[in-house]
């Protein structure tokens, strides 16, 4: 294996991962990576959102690390593996020859510069994908119940990055059904349930309430071509840079002329067309195709050290893209290079202007989980994101966050208000504005539910049950229901008050960890064709929260 790395080879990580290591420490926090950070502050099995691993590999990176290269050391690693894996999956020899083409053609992928430095689910993701292909691979020449083992323990590790990483195992299943008949083959998907037993235990405990979200409760918008698929399309562009054309020729030129190679193919084909069918039902995002860079940077290799054309061609082009990309990356520390204000500016100022007028008063930002996280990175302050109806449950939702603030004097910020002690512009240009709770009281984990899965638009007296899970009493005076009436899309229209009352006589609170049964009427709405309800609970004047999945109605 000594062979395989040249010392050109060397010198050449050795600069990608310095330079990732500069960068990392040196550009401000993505609002994603400072919510991924946020997970790591408490680690568990399963958060909100994602897997778990983003969150370990942030926890690990802090052991060693203060500050910014304290959330990215892990990914700067992994992602000088994720390069010399790519290098182990190419057989032909003449690439000792051409390591600058190799480096240039990796670094010539947007996302995958990107995913060198920035700490997001993606980056495990893109590592451990290389890591199965090359385990697969060895499987491939010699299935052993020891290589059986280290597939299924990679595997789990690939679905512990993304949920996206089924579809990297389903293609290359698909690829070669004949695994089906294999023994080891099975072992290995044994061994990667057993290990990710505990996310699945998570789930359960959680009311699967990642699968819900990503599946059922996120919202979507009506079909449009150039927002949709036209975006998708472009997404894929993206990818590649200035070489998108050349790298989906190559893909094109390319043969099965083995088991591996097939794999490659029907990988990078599969997430394609996959994403290419979910386009014409939900806008897809750029980094969802990420995983096809893997199996085109393995083709396209091989298609330049066969083709002097290409290889002269591409080797020109990527010099250009190369510049694009490292100005690029200088305007991610060094916002007046470009007149575009991007998440990594300015988060440093934000923070400390408010921490200076807050101190030490806990924050609680409203429908913002990603200001209350990087808040709480810069300031050192714990925050909570309160959300209101028309917002989105987040990881804020289900941790015990809000147990830390209750009872507490706190900076209450709004962008929906006109008026406070307070105010400063977010990064999105929105003016937010201060006003202090003296002593918040607030019940965002109160659970509504109907008998069924459906709620009519005429039955009287229908049956609604509310779950108190704290570990005392709600006075029913001190709440008020509502119900939002949502489109097709699950867009919240529209939010009334519910005309409901208790089933028993002479109730007037939730009992602590208890269900309490009531029988309500659904207001009229002024929405055409209401397609879903969801109930929304206001505690102490406070704005509705989110108490309930998006339920179908029916006449």
Not at 80 to 91: E, N, P, Q, S, Y
Not at 237 to 259: H, M, S
Not at 398 to 418: F, H, P
Not at 476 to 504: C, H, M, T, W
Request: proline share 4%; charged share 15%; with cysteine.
């Amino acid at each position: 294996m000594s062979k395989q790395f040249t010392k050109p080879f060397l010198l050449f990580l050795t600069a990608f991962l310095l330079l990732n290591l500069i960068q990392g420490a040196s550009t401000q926090l993505l609002y994603d990576e400072a919510y991924y950070w946020y997970y790591a502050q408490n680690l568990s099995w399963g958060y909100f959102d994602h897997p778990p691993m983003v969150a370990l590999l942030i926890w690990v990176s802090g052991l060693f690390f203060d500050g910014e290269l304290g959330v990215r050391f892990m990914s700067c690693l992994m992602s000088a593996g994720t390069v010399v894996i790519l290098w182990l999956l190419i057989d032909d020899n003449t690439k000792r020859k051409f390591v600058s083409h190799f480096f240039l053609l990796l670094f010539s992928m947007a996302l995958f510069n990107a995913y060198g430095f920035f700490t997001l689910p993606d980056t495990p993701l893109l590592f451990f994908t290389a890591l199965f292909l090359l385990v697969y691979k060895h499987f491939l020449a010699k299935p052993t119940i020891i290589n059986s083992i280290f597939m299924g323990l990679v595997m789990a590790c690939l679905m512990y990055s993304k949920y996206h990483a089924v579809l990297v195992i389903i293609f290359v299943l698909l690829s070669n059904l004949r695994l089906l008949k294999n023994k080891w083959a099975w072992l290995a998907v044994i061994i990667s349930l057993l290990c990710y037993l505990p996310h699945f235990l998570w789930l359960f405990e959680n009311d699967f309430v990642s699968i819900d979200y990503h599946i059922s409760e996120r919202p979507n918008q009506p079909y449009s071509f150039a927002g949709f698929t036209l975006g998708y399309i472009l997404n894929l562009i993206v990818n590649f840079g200035l070489l998108f054309p050349w790298f989906y020729y190559a893909l094109f030129k390319a043969k099965p002329k083995d088991t591996f190679k097939r794999a490659l193919l029907f990988l990078t084909y599969g997430v394609i067309i996959f994403f290419f069918l979910s386009s014409f039902h939900r806008r897809t995002q750029a980094q969802w195709v990420i995983v096809i860079c893997l199996p085109m940077a393995i083709i396209c290799y091989g298609f330049l050290l066969q083709n002097v054309k290409a290889r002269k061609w591409m080797y020109r082009l990527s010099i250009v893209s190369i510049f694009i990309l490292l100005y690029a990356r200088i305007w991610l520390v060094y916002q007046p290079l470009l007149p575009k204000v991007f998440e990594t500016h300015g988060n440093k100022e934000w923070v400390s202007q408010l921490h200076d007028f807050t101190g030490d008063t806990p924050v609680v930002f409203e429908n913002s989980y990603r200001e209350s996280s990087m808040y709480h990175f810069y300031s050192g302050e714990p925050s909570f994101s309160m959300n209101n109806a028309f917002y989105r449950r987040n990881q804020y939702s289900i941790d015990s966050s809000e147990s830390r603030i209750q009872g507490k004097r706190i900076a209450y910020l709004s962008k929906y208000t006109n008026s406070g002690d307070f105010s400063y512009e977010n990064p999105g240009g929105d003016t937010v504005f201060l006003n202090y709770i003296d002593s918040l009281r607030s019940f965002r984990k109160i659970r509504c539910y109907v008998q069924g899965d459906t709620v009519s638009t005429q039955q009287k007296n229908q049956l609604l049950k509310i779950y108190n899970p704290y570990n005392q009493e709600i006075e029913l005076d001190k709440i008020d229901i509502r119900v939002g009436f949502l489109n097709a899309y699950k867009q919240l229209k529209e939010l009334k008050a519910l005309n409901y009352e208790p089933v028993s006589v002479g109730i007037k609170s939730l009992q602590a960890k208890d269900t309490t049964l009531f029988r309500f009427n659904l207001p009229e709405t002024k929405l055409v064709e209401p397609k879903y309800v969801r109930f929304s609970v206001s505690e102490n004047e406070l704005p509705p929260g989110i108490n309930s999945t998006s339920i179908k109605l029916r006449e």
